[in-house]
């Protein structure tokens, strides 16, 4: 299929899921993302604020974005007041503003990506130091964690600590959510993806090693997903790893967003004022291949 149809096609299913193991050795990959992202308001609501971050990055590694389109629609109608931008992180951001929404609001993104392993990966690292915030800020505890690893090279601490962080975690949902603290998931240690990546995070800061929090989708996964880049110094580049998972990431991991921990890159965020009002959210998402070599 032509970039035209495969961004207006309705027949997505055709298409193979490739989570058959034929991306573990391709060399090139082109893919389908399918996301809609839905609100369901039980009243009306006013001074609508939404912040959506769904669109790919246009290009990160060796992934690219070939071509997108999303459309937003509020009570079944086109959405007036859209804004698009760039953030400081490199990521597209799509800002909505509505004075009213009486029933509903929907983000439909179609969007076409290409991994290509064998042109040089490009990865933009704007501030090659450590930063920490409130969600990846290193305790006694993590700091003792990472020191007792007793490793220099940051590529050899990037694949060891993504494996600790692994052994030490036990994968569960419901005891966290995307408020909890490193430190407070490291003293659990249980939670999700997130909670893996914000703990790898805190390790490195506590031993002077750039990362960062890297969100997107795991071909055959039907969550979003989240995992780590570690910025190695010496060499200038970039370790991708996914510590829930164990293992660096390949051809079956598509980037969305990077930044120092999940609020900046939250797929979505917003205020609104309603005395009544309560919204339901609803997220679809589909992946397929268009061409794999």
Same mark, same amino acid.
């Given at each position: 299929m032509r970039i035209a149809e495969l961004l207006h096609e309705d027949r997505?299913? !055709?298409? $193979?899921? =490739?989570? *058959?193991?034929?991306?573990?050795?391709a060399r090139t990959a082109v893919y389908v993302l399918d996301q809609v992202v839905g609100y369901e308001y039980t009243a009306p609501i006013r001074a609508v604020r939404q912040r959506l971050m769904i669109v790919p990055r246009p290009r990160h590694g060796d992934q690219t974005r070939v071509a997108h389109r999303l459309d937003v629609t509020a009570d079944d109608a086109p959405a007036e007041r859209v804004g698009q931008r760039v953030d400081e992180f490199g990521n597209d951001v799509v800002d909505i503003h509505a004075d009213g929404v009486t029933s509903s609001l929907r983000f439909?993104?179609?969007?076409?990506?290409?991994?290509?392993? +064998?042109? $040089?990966p490009i990865h933009e690292w704007r501030s090659p130091v450590p930063t920490t915030t409130r969600l990846t800020e290193p305790d006694? !505890?993590?700091?003792? &964690?990472?020191?007792?690893?007793?490793?220099?090279? &940051?590529?050899?601490?990037?694949? +060891? #600590?993504? *494996?600790f962080v692994h052994e030490s975690f036990t994968y569960r949902h419901g005891d966290t959510s995307v408020r909890t603290t490193a430190a407070e998931a490291w003293a659990g240690k249980h939670g999700v993806c997130q909670d893996m990546a914000h703990? #790898?995070?805190? #390790?490195? !800061?506590?031993? /002077?090693? $750039?990362?960062?929090?890297?969100?997107?989708?795991?071909?055959?996964? /039907? !969550?979003?997903?989240?995992w780590v880049e570690v910025y190695d110094?010496?060499?200038?580049?970039?370790?991708?790893?996914? $510590?829930?998972?164990?293992r660096r990431t390949d051809l079956r991991y598509v980037v969305t967003a990077v930044g120092r921990d999940y609020g900046d890159v939250a797929p979505t965020s =917003?205020?609104?004022?309603?005395?009544?009002?309560?919204?339901?959210?609803?997220?679809?998402?589909?992946i397929r291949l268009a061409d794999v070599v």
């Open positions: 997505l299913d !055709a298409l $193979p899921r =490739g989570d *058959d193991g034929s991306l573990l050795s439909s993104l179609r969007a076409l990506v290409r991994r290509d392993r +064998q042109r $040089p006694e !505890a993590i700091s003792a &964690a990472a020191h007792d690893l007793g490793i220099v090279d &940051a590529t050899d601490l990037a694949e +060891q #600590m993504c *494996d703990v #790898m995070i805190a #390790m490195c !800061a506590s031993l /002077g090693v $750039p990362a960062r929090y890297v969100s997107g989708h795991l071909v055959g996964d /039907g !969550a979003s997903h989240a110094a010496d060499r200038r580049s970039v370790v991708s790893v996914d $510590p829930t998972h164990a =917003g205020t609104y004022v309603s005395r009544h009002g309560k919204g339901k959210l609803a997220v679809r998402k589909r």
